[in-house]
């Protein structure tokens, strides 16, 4: 019985042990190469979307303020597009809203398997600067909830 205490304790904890973000590399529209060592000390949200999901569409603008808000304190943005995803409508998008952030296409879906194998749009996750996954929002994102957590991790 003891043992199994222990045991139990032990899976108990490795369920709430933080999982670390996974170590991608991306390469940006603009031809820059990134990876997740540079998101070290910062919190970052890492938004999967693709041209054709009207809710990514329609949420891309609060993207964009969150990203103008929270810069200056340390927030990064990469919004990565799905592997299905056109490169010409992703360029085309991204250029014609004026995203200021970075934006990455996924063209062999690597970044999205890195992230537990995302497969609906939008998912965000967010890492604290820790380079912890700190939430993992499926779907609709709500400014009220996204702000106040990113308030929170930045307070961190």
């Known amino acids: 019985l003891g043992l199994a205490s222990a045991g139990a304790g032990l899976l108990v904890w490795r369920l709430n042990a933080p999982t670390a973000a996974p170590a991608v ?11 997740a060592t540079a998101w070290r000390g910062k919190v970052v949200l890492v938004n999967f979307w ?9 949420k891309m603008p609060l993207l964009a303020a969150t990203h103008g808000k929270y810069a200056a304190r340390g927030l990064d943005v990469l919004a990565v597009a799905m592997q299905y995803d056109p490169p010409a409508y992703v360029s085309q998008f991204a250029e014609s809203r004026r995203l200021p952030f970075g934006v990455a296409i ?14 609906v749009t939008p998912t965000t996750v967010v890492i604290d600067r820790q380079g912890h996954i700190a939430k993992r929002l499926v779907g609709d994102i709500p400014e ?11 307070a961190a």
């Open 25 to 35: 590399r991306y390469t940006l529209l603009d031809g820059r190469q990134g990876d």
């Open 50 to 58: 693709a041209t054709s999901c009207s809710t990514c569409v329609r």
């Open 106 to 119: 996924d063209n062999r879906g690597e970044i999205a398997h890195a992230f537990g194998d995302v497969r």
């Open 144 to 154: 009220a909830e996204l702000h106040a957590l990113v308030e929170r991790l930045l």
